[in-house]
């Protein structure tokens, strides 16, 4: 009977011990049990309502009492689930698929301390509006925030993450002040307004460097600096600091990859 439907002797055996698929006939003498070809419809509905994601307990209750509705119901039950995964595994593999872009593009990067203007696209940021003082806030910050998305490994492997240097900040040249992380959100989440921030597409001076998170954080904004000055642009509002590269994905700190996007116009 286990050959005929693909299951383990030891399956059988637990079926019987739990009274949901017992043998005809067990032989007092030897403990052998025997099944009837009868049983083997039975056993298949087993096997297929198993394969629906089942439980032993619901496969139980399902035989002590069918019905064509009951049935009915319970395959409408199990399709939702399985539509429901389905979408979810969807949602993963879109995520994967866009982190293995991603890195392949990060890949190719080798222009590092050099000024660049970039048009970037408006974007809306979830932060916690809190500035973060040590690396133990920043641990407990990063982890609220991710509490927040619905997604699937959100962060691994992105460039989503950053943090915000305020503008006051940046035209005080102070450049270490602690500063509020956030995530980039992707247009499907729905996030409370006031973790809301939104940065409008605009033109953007930007600059990418190796290192820790604050190693080459000045050298680099006093480069821009400079580099406005020499261009006459002005700075129009608060500085993000992406990580393009960060340790989840290496801990060799040469790996690491910081851009920093300061908002620009025009003198």
């Known amino acids: 009977m286990a050959r005929l439907r693909g299951l383990t002797t030891e399956t059988l055996r637990h079926y019987d011990r739990i009274d949901l698929f017992k043998p005809q006939y067990v032989d007092p ?10 049983q083997y419809e039975v056993l298949g509905t087993i096997k297929e309502l198993r394969q629906l994601g089942m439980s032993l307990d619901e496969i139980k209750n399902y035989f002590n009492e069918r019905s064509f509705s009951k049935s009915s119901e319970i395959l ?20 994967i698929r866009g982190k293995i872009v991603y890195m392949n593009h990060v890949a190719k990067i080798n222009e590092f301390q050099t000024v660049m203007l970039r048009e970037i696209g408006r974007r809306k940021l979830i932060t916690l509006n809190e500035r973060i003082n040590n690396n133990l806030e920043l ?19 992105s460039n989503r993450l950053g943090i915000i240097i305020e503008e006051a900040d940046l035209k005080t040249k102070r450049f270490e002040e602690p500063s509020a992380i956030f995530v980039v959100a992707k247009n499907k989440e729905k996030i409370p307004e006031q973790y809301q921030r939104i940065v409008p597409a605009g033109l953007f001076a930007c600059i990418r460097y190796n290192g820790e998170l604050l190693w080459n954080r000045s050298k680099s904004l006093n480069k821009i600096f400079d580099y406005l000055d020499e261009t006459d642009y002005q700075i129009i509002g608060d500085a993000l600091q992406i990580m393009h590269v960060d340790i989840t994905i290496t801990d060799k700190p040469n790996e690491i990859k910081f851009e920093i996007q300061v908002p620009v116009q025009k003198v």
């Open 139 to 157: 641990c407990y910050g990063v982890i609220r925030l991710e509490n927040m998305l619905t997604e699937k490994a959100p962060i691994l492997a």
């Open 29 to 38: 003498q030897s403990g052998y049990r025997y099944y009837s070809i009868f």
């Open 76 to 95: 409408k039950s199990k399709h939702k689930d399985l539509v429901s995964k389905l979408n979810e595994l969807k949602d993963l593999e879109e995520n």
